[in-house]
């Protein structure tokens, strides 16, 4: 079973709320991922970091998202105005620099 | 872009009964992509079932397998005999060779196994 830790498991925010989540990664593994699975689960891939520094990220991420991945800190997304389309499951995965990708619970997020 | 379209379910099936999930992608980044099922249990989060990043070979576990076709560009998942507790959602998913990049899911196919 993964050991990938989300939290919170649940999110609610208001329209133009911030919204912010975090991740800790399996213990070993420097590449991370975020993922937004919506309710007609459909994942799309947000952004994904190795150690610090950003490797991907979609255009929608630059925009309203911001994420980070300090150094003994966990991993954080946030959504600074938070929109009724952004509720979704976010999924947090990590990778030991292989193909597979190990994913948490996710924070299920619901913008009233 | 890359895409995996899988059988849209519910699939309900019968305990002791046979279940196969179909899955093809099409890959436009890469030739042959690495290919994954992963499973999300009621309650649970989603959990990596198997994979196989070789076309022509198989993977399994837990009773269930998967052979990477590269001719017909699919990865259907098969297990011969399902109990109560493969009641689940089923995800195919495809990565290129890069462990930077992220993956590529399908819909999900929910079975519900009956006793």
């Known amino acids: 079973n993964s050991k990938v830790i989300q939290t919170p498991r649940y999110l609610v925010k208001g329209q133009g709320q911030k919204a912010k989540m975090r991740c800790i990664p399996e213990k070993g593994h420097p590449v991370v991922f975020w993922y937004q699975q919506n309710k007609n689960n459909e994942f799309k891939f947000l952004i994904n970091f190795q150690n610090q520094e950003v490797l991907q990220q979609i255009d929608m991420t630059e925009k309203r998202f911001s994420a980070e991945c300090p150094s003994n800190s966990p991993c954080s997304l946030e959504i600074q105005s938070s929109e009724a389309g952004d509720s979704a499951l976010y999924l947090c995965?990590?990778?030991?620099?292989?193909?597979?990708?190990?994913f948490g619970p996710g924070t299920r997020l619901t913008v009233l | 872009g890359d895409s995996v379209t899988q059988t849209e379910g519910p699939v309900t099936v019968s305990e002791s009964e046979s279940l196969i999930i179909n899955c093809t992608y099409s890959a436009t980044s890469i030739a042959y992509p690495n290919l994954f099922w992963y499973v999300r249990y009621p309650g649970e989060g989603l959990q990596l079932l198997l994979k196989v990043i070789t076309a022509g070979q198989k993977g399994s576990s837990r009773g269930f397998e998967a052979t990477y076709n590269k001719e017909t560009t699919s990865f259907h998942l098969q297990k011969a005999s399902v109990q109560e507790s493969d009641s689940a959602v089923y995800y195919c998913?495809?990565?290129?060779?890069?462990?930077?990049?992220?993956?590529?899911f399908g819909l999900g196919t929910r079975v519900s196994v009956f006793p």
């Open positions: 998913a495809l990565g290129i060779n890069n462990y930077a990049q992220g993956l590529t």
């Open positions: 995965a990590s990778s030991p620099r292989s193909y597979e990708q190990y």
